[in-house]
Nanobody
């Protein structure tokens, strides 16, 4: 099965930027759908962004215009560029994958998950 590993989290002031990376290894699929979710303390895991194998993206409304999901030429990594960060963006960010196409925004549609990386945005 595919393994996912996130990196790039950290502490940043409001208005700043961070770039998260997710490296996929193992039984990767050329038709995989990749996504980012986040979970703040006491909150449900929330969809953030999705990227399918063609390159079509989707975002939750709260991050539109600020976050960008992308992948590198090798197609074994996915990135989340986060700009104009707000304190409410503070959460553990998770990379998720499904080995087939999906347009879903629900965590239960993504069987493969990374361990998460903490993003903290100070006021």
């Amino acid at each position: 099965q595919v393994q996912l590993a996130e990196s790039g989290g950290g502490l940043v002031q409001a208005g700043g930027s961070l770039r998260l990376s997710c490296v996929a290894s193992g039984r990767t699929s050329s038709s995989a759908t990749m996504a980012w979710f986040r979970q703040a303390p006491g909150k449900e895991r929330e969809f953030v962004a999705r990227l399918d194998w063609i390159g079509v993206t989707a975002y939750t409304d709260s991050v539109k215009g600020r976050f960008t999901i992308s992948r590198d030429n090798a197609k074994n990594t996915v990135r989340l560029q986060m700009n104009s960060l707000k304190p409410e963006d503070t959460a553990v960010y998770y990379c998720a994958a499904r080995n087939t196409y999906t347009s879903a925004r629900s965590p239960n549609e993504y069987p493969d998950w990374g361990q998460g990386t903490q993003v903290t945005v100070s006021s």
